[in-house]
């Protein structure tokens, strides 16, 4: 009885909002409180660039690992992908409001109304050849095997670099690689689990998961070499280098492929870097406009 | 659904009298029934309906606002609306643990809603045609169920009433989200109101009808009363509901979609018009405009899927015995 008064009472004093999250996320301003300044002898554009490469494959993949919500095997595992992508969403809204605070919002600010925050702007107001992620993150999910082979490929890269990038000169993205960690950490995990368990499954289960890994595995040319503006900003102690990420990567995947009753396909040549220079597939404008297209067809509203 | 396991012995023996007497005592004390306990067979098949209704409510409603999770207007409206369809999965998944406790199994109970042979709730076979309605399931539909479940939270079955009071908090964090958004849109543009105002045109009356039937054409409300499972009739809910909303709306902005709705000073309540119970009916029956969107999206789930389950189960199988365990 008193329970139930108490849920009523709760209601009616709506403004008072204490309430919590099953899964506890905070949704407001990303960077509040924070100190954005760039640090000494950085360049601000290298560094926003730099924060849109890592937030824009996190936004990326997100909205990838998205359309699985509704259409997953199990509800666990509705469960599982949801909070994947809520990771990565908090991560792209951080490296996306950081990005923001360096001044490299160019044309994107100047489309979006005074009142959308930085990372709206970004998010919803830059054409698809001014995202910088890369090729990994942007190819379709296609089925379940190939999600998750490609979700072990990305947040096995993305957890090395993410380690590493924790000794950035660069303190807010130091405290978003730490925070980052914990969360691909397990998302590395969820997706090793299940690559075992379609490897090592059933017959048809093996094809398939074999060719997801046949397919994902070219898209790791775009991911190792790095473009000029991450290269100066290695010289700089802020960014990670990625042709570094290799050796770690490759024992990572060999080990867990191996686990897996797979074949380790050959490493693919590296490639000059397509993704981090706006270079992208249809599919890529695809997803952009689809995740924009409520936002440009209402460019003073505000949500 | 697989039978019950439990031990019982056979109808009309002395001993079952002894029990059923046991059976009315506790819930008559207001105490709870919980699954070691003797329960009669109608309590059991009723109480599983019940949650297994609400199980796939709660998947199948993750539906409407999931379709615009890739479209979603701010990063900050799509990580909530995100944490808000994986809750709902999280009670879909609490809920048919309950149902589990009863001796139903949820693989039966998934097939059992594909099949049609189990409703769900109606409301969600209309579909979200603005992301204002997304904050106008938030403030009505969850609104709605929060009054419909609360009373739950008493519920005479152990499992259900705990996994409700887990849900409720929930359902109520979830509502006033959608509450917020609504207020934001209100602030915003003039396109932004008229989609506010549309969109509760269009959700009111089946929020109403999310109560069930009238009371005098509700058939199976008295025995679910009497056994604790029931705390109040679909018309008070209905009415509590009535009551707590007009406010809101006023002090929203907008206008519910109701000629006829008017205080009651006597009796201190609001009225609302005649609900079309006509629609209740072709809705619930299968012809809401989004009954097979619905149903297809769920078996496809399950069907395109089905080869990630036997794989798991082949692997678990296989691991299982590797290390000297038993077979599944």
Redesign the interface.
């Known amino acids: ?1 008193a ?2 008064e108490t ?2 009472d ?2 009616a004093n ?1 403004a008072d ?1 204490h ?5 506890g ?1 905070g ?2 301003d990303p960077l509040a409180g924070v100190d954005t300044t760039v640090p000494e002898g950085v360049d601000p554009a290298d560094l926003g660039t730099y924060c849109l490469m890592l937030g824009d494959d996190a ?1 990326v993949l997100a ?1 990838r690992l ?2 699985w ?8 595992e ?2 599982a992908v ?2 994947v ?2 990771d990565l ?2 991560q ?2 951080l490296l ?1 409001a950081r990005a923001g605070s360096t001044g490299v919002l160019g044309r994107s600010r100047s489309q979006a109304t005074d009142s ?2 930085d ?2 702007a970004l ?2 107001f830059r054409d698809p050849d001014e995202f910088r992620n890369t090729g990994l993150v942007e190819a379709p999910g296609g ?3 190939r999600t998750v082979v490609r979700l072990l490929v990305a947040s096995t890269v993305r957890l090395a670099l993410f380690a590493r990038l924790r000794g950035s000169r660069d303190p807010v993205l130091a405290a978003i690689a730490a925070k980052g960690v914990h969360e691909l950490t397990y998302h590395r995990d969820h997706a090793a689990r299940w690559v ?3 490897g ?3 017959a ?2 093996h094809r ?1 998961a074999q060719e997801g890994v046949d397919a994902v595995w070219p898209l790791l040319a775009d991911v190792l070499t790095p473009t000029d503006v991450e290269q100066r900003l290695v010289d700089a102690g802020v960014a990670v280098d990625p042709a570094g990420l290799r050796e770690e990567v490759e024992g990572v995947l060999t080990t867990v492929l191996e686990r897996a009753t797979l074949t380790v396909p050959a490493w693919p040549a590296a490639t000059a870097p397509r993704g981090r220079s706006g270079q992208h597939g249809p599919e890529l404008a695809e997803l952009v406009a ?2 924009q ?3 440009r067809q ?1 460019p ?4 | 659904m697989s039978a019950p396991t439990l031990d019982r012995p056979a109808a009309g023996t002395p001993d079952e009298a002894a029990l059923q007497a046991q059976f009315d005592a506790t819930i008559a004390a207001g105490h709870r029934i919980e699954p070691r306990d003797w329960m009669p067979e109608g309590y059991r098949k009723t109480l599983i309906r019940q949650i297994a209704q609400h199980a796939h409510s709660e998947i199948i409603g993750m539906q409407p606002e999931g379709d615009w999770l890739l479209a979603a207007p701010s990063l900050r409206r799509k990580a909530i609306l995100l944490a808000k369809v994986q809750d709902e999965a999280g009670h879909g998944m609490y809920l048919y643990s309950a149902a589990e406790t009863l001796g139903a199994d949820r693989a039966d109970l998934t097939d059992k809603l594909i099949e049609r042979r189990q409703k769900y709730s109606s409301i969600f076979n209309y579909p979200t045609l603005t992301y204002a309605d997304v904050g106008v399931i938030g403030w009505l539909v969850d609104g709605a169920a929060i009054c419909n479940q609360v009373p739950l939270c008493r519920s005479s079955y152990g499992p259900y009433a705990r996994a409700m009071i887990r849900i409720c908090k929930e359902e109520s964090f979830h509502q006033r989200q959608g509450y917020e958004l609504l207020m934001t849109m209100m602030r915003g543009t003039p396109e932004q109101r008229a989609m506010v105002q549309d969109a509760v045109d269009r959700w009111w009356w089946p929020s109403l009808m999310m109560f069930g039937p009238p009371d005098d054409d509700s058939p199976n409300s008295a025995q679910s009363m009497a056994w604790g499972i029931k705390r109040h009739s679909n018309d008070e809910l209905r009415q509590r509901f009535v009551d707590m909303t007009v406010p809101q709306a006023e002090a929203l902005g907008v206008t519910l979609p109701d000629p006829d709705l008017a205080w009651d000073e006597a009796a201190g309540h609001w009225r609302s018009g005649a609900i079309d119970w006509d629609e209740f009916k072709r809705v619930v029956s299968g012809s809401g405009p989004m009954n097979d969107v619905r149903i297809a999206r769920r078996r496809a789930a399950r069907d395109d899927n089905a080869w990630v389950t036997e794989a798991a189960n082949a692997y678990a199988t296989k691991h299982s015995a590797e290390h000297g365990g038993r077979a599944a």
Not at chain 1, 69 to 76: D, G, I, K
Not at chain 1, 300 to 303: S, V
């Open positions: 009885m329970h139930e849920v009523y709760a209601l709506a909002d309430g919590h999250w099953a899964f996320t949704f407001d936004l909205q998205t359309q919500v509704t259409a997953s095997p199990e509800l666990e509705e469960v949801a909070n992508a809520l969403l908090g792209a809204r996306l959308i925050p990372e709206d998010a919803y089925d379940f095997g075992l368990r379609l090592d499954g059933t048809e289960s398939r689809e995740m297209s409520l936002a209402h003073a509203a505000t949500w």
